[in-house]
């Protein structure tokens, strides 16, 4: 492993109406060491209170992903594309040469959890694009963004991939880097890898070329991430 950090070593925010732990810098957390994993650059466990959420603002060139684990996320953007994204759902939108958005919760009630997640693209200045699934589970490993979008994944402008590892509670699992590198972060559950424990919020990085077999001391949910070397 070439990088591990903590659940509780992430930048906290909380707004009131918005409770954010970040795994990279981002905003005005700030720290070198942490400024994510090959173009990896986001990753915000968000907590949105129910009725409120982000107000329109802009992206570009930057491939963004929302994957809802709790509630459901009310997307607007200046494309013209409304939709909801509830828990299970996944999302893409590339900023391409730029795109206005709003992210709200979608219910008065309840809240929205979800994970933010920014992906650095390959090709610039290309015309926004939005992309929304619900992806079933199939076994271990379900591929859910893929370069092309082959097998009916998301398609993402990066030679990357993001896949979600589910096991049951003493499910062993072996994880392949081949040329990429690998990171792996914990949605739900307990991971134990190479001796170590992995709980909800923490996540860690594999060189290319590396295999680790992990185990699940706790019924698990967790994202795998290819990424280039």
Avoid: C
Avoid at 4 to 11: N, P, W
Avoid at 40 to 59: E, K, S, W, Y
Wanted: proline residues 5%; hydrophobic residues 35%.
């Amino acid at each position: 492993m070439q990088y591990i950090k903590r659940a509780e070593d992430r930048g906290q925010v909380d707004l009131g109406w918005l409770k954010s732990k970040h795994s990279f810098s981002f905003g005005e957390y700030h720290d070198p060491k942490h400024m994510g994993v090959s173009v990896l650059r986001v990753i915000n466990d968000d907590m949105v209170m129910p009725a409120q959420g982000f107000g329109t603002h802009g992206h570009r060139d930057m491939e963004i992903i929302s994957y809802v684990i709790e509630g459901a996320l009310k997307h607007e953007d200046s494309t013209g594309n409304k939709y909801t994204v509830p828990a299970g759902d996944v999302q893409r939108m590339s900023a391409g040469s730029g795109v206005r958005h709003s992210e709200f919760n979608a219910s008065n009630t309840d809240v929205v959890k979800f994970l933010q997640i920014w992906i650095q693209p390959n090709v610039m200045g290309i015309p926004p694009s939005y992309e929304q699934k619900s992806i079933p589970q199939q076994g271990q490993l379900t591929p859910l963004v893929t370069p092309t979008g082959s097998s009916d994944t998301l398609s993402i402008n990066q030679n990357a991939s993001i896949s979600r590892l589910v096991l049951k509670t003493g499910e062993a699992f072996t994880l392949h880097t081949e040329q990429h590198i690998g990171y792996l972060h914990i949605v739900k559950g307990v991971l134990l890898v190479n001796g170590e424990e992995f709980s909800a919020g923490d996540a860690l990085a594999v060189d290319p070329q590396q295999s680790y077999e992990v185990k699940a001391n706790d019924a698990l949910e967790a994202l795998w991430f290819n990424l280039p070397s």
